[in-house]
């Protein structure tokens, strides 16, 4: 039966691609999976890797009862994804969230994909738009996608491609981290999917040395932009800290250096500022600094980063940096199973939907996965409802956004539909999110039984 079902083909193998790739390979369908590199690199990957995580190692909240993401976590766990079994098998201590060894994970979706037969792996850029015998192509290509493919993607909707800046945080030799000063805890001794309530470094700073760093800050040499990058407004979600610091003196210290549910154990007191820093591989030997995102120049962070208390001999294995990420119009160019009106044989997966965060990308891709099967399959797609948390991204990224406002959007309870005040509707709080996360789970099970496909 596979042989007579024609091909698919996905275009980048990040997180969406290769979950594209699964979902498709899982329901019996062909895939081809176009992968640039390692023929064409970019600016922020620094391997060959599928799935390669190029900033944090953190999925973030695991929370399915109280977090959005905990919830798009527990929902693509409940549709067999790649990604998050890859994920689950390589976690790491990081609190309440779900941080992954990131050579691990990528090197477990990779071994994954190349071993199922439904699988083949092109190494070769794809420049310009596929070829028109490419019949069903999902184009997840990222936030760094080349500039022929978008160039071309322009010239065919007609529409301005838009742009935000991401940042990469600094990682951190663990043995160079003076331990006489940070210290392990998570706020609130809070405890996650691996960890024991005591997963952060933590360094302390008091208020002179904080106001000290932060006019560091607003100082210290910054990387030009290139012309091009000039009018390329940033996204909220991921700030470079001199970016933060700049709008308040207290920006930073209610931001990622807040010291909430943190005591420093040698004075029994809170801080009044806090670097933390979050394990970024199995074996421990790396930490990096959690929020630090930055466009200071690379001798700039050493020098400042090392009057941080703790962080004096800090050996760095990856300095701060930042690139640009390409995002649609979604909204407005965009169908509700994400194939691209103006060419519906295209459709498109990951950020470049417009979608922010890890776990959002690959839930945009396993959606294009199924949705791309179902046609092969001869049945008609169905969208996730409203209701569940991968639904309401896609509502958000098809139509829920103003289309000349669209900016990125990671996963919130804030896209789901209302409670009807039979079910809840007046609650707020942890109790109404508990109860939409209740509802998005039954919800999506719905959905999923006996599979999200349906007869033309």
Request: glycine residues 10%; hydrophobic residues 40%; aromatic residues 6%.
């Amino acid at each position: 039966m596979t042989s007579s079902i024609k091909t698919v083909h996905i275009v980048g193998g990040g997180l969406a691609g290769s979950e594209a790739a699964w979902q498709l390979a899982s329901a019996g369908v062909p895939v081809a999976l176009h992968e640039m590199r390692p023929a064409r690199g970019t600016d922020a990957h620094q391997t060959d890797s599928l799935a390669e995580l190029v900033c944090s190692n953190s999925f973030r909240s695991d929370d399915a009862e109280n977090n959005a993401v905990g919830l798009l976590h527990e929902e693509m766990r409940r549709a067999g994804s790649l990604i998050m079994r890859a994920a689950d098998a390589h976690k790491l201590p990081a609190g309440g969230a779900l941080a992954v060894d990131r050579h691990g994970f990528s090197a477990a979706v990779q071994e994954a994909l190349l071993a199922h037969p439904l699988v083949e792996l092109h190494r070769e850029e794809v420049a310009g738009l596929p070829p028109e015998d490419w019949d069903s192509v999902i184009v997840a290509t990222g936030p760094l996608t080349s500039p022929a493919l978008a160039e071309a993607i322009g010239r065919l909707t007609g529409e301005s491609a838009l742009a935000f800046f991401d940042a990469i945080a600094p990682i951190v030799h663990h043995d160079s981290i003076d331990r006489s000063i940070a210290w392990k805890q998570s706020r609130y001794d809070k405890g996650g999917p691996a960890g024991d309530g005591a997963d952060y470094l933590n360094c302390p700073l008091n208020k002179d040395e904080y106001e000290a760093f932060v006019a560091g800050l607003l100082a210290g040499e910054k990387t030009e932009f290139k012309e091009w990058e000039t009018s390329t407004p940033y996204f909220d979600g991921c700030l470079p800290i001199e970016v933060m610091a700049a709008r308040g003196p207290d920006t930073l210290r209610w931001g990622p250096m807040k010291p909430v549910g943190l005591r420093d154990p040698r004075t029994g007191r809170r801080p009044w500022a806090v670097v933390q820093l979050r394990q970024d591989n199995a074996l421990g030997t790396l930490w990096n600094i959690v929020g630090f995102q930055t466009k200071l120049k690379h001798g700039e962070q050493t020098r400042l980063f090392r009057t941080i208390p703790g962080l004096q001999r800090a050996e760095f294995a990856r300095l701060g940096g930042l690139h640009r990420n390409t995002f649609l119009n979604s909204p407005r160019l965009l169908d509700p199973t994400l194939r691209l009106k103006a060419m519906p044989r295209l459709r498109f997966a990951g950020q470049i939907t417009g979608c922010e965060g890890y776990v959002e990308s690959a839930a945009v891709g396993l959606m294009t996965g199924r949705f791309a099967a179902a046609e092969r399959l001869g049945a008609r797609p169905t969208v996730p409802p409203a209701t569940t948390a991968m639904g309401a991204l896609l509502g958000h990224i098809t139509g829920g956004a103003d289309a000349t406002t669209f900016q990125p959007m990671n996963v919130n309870f804030g896209l789901f539909p209302p409670l009807p005040s039979a079910e809840g509707g007046n609650v707020r709080g942890k109790e109404r999110k508990q109860l939409l996360a209740r509802r998005a789970l039954s919800d999506f099970d719905r959905w999923l039984a006996p599979a999200p496909l349906a007869a033309e």
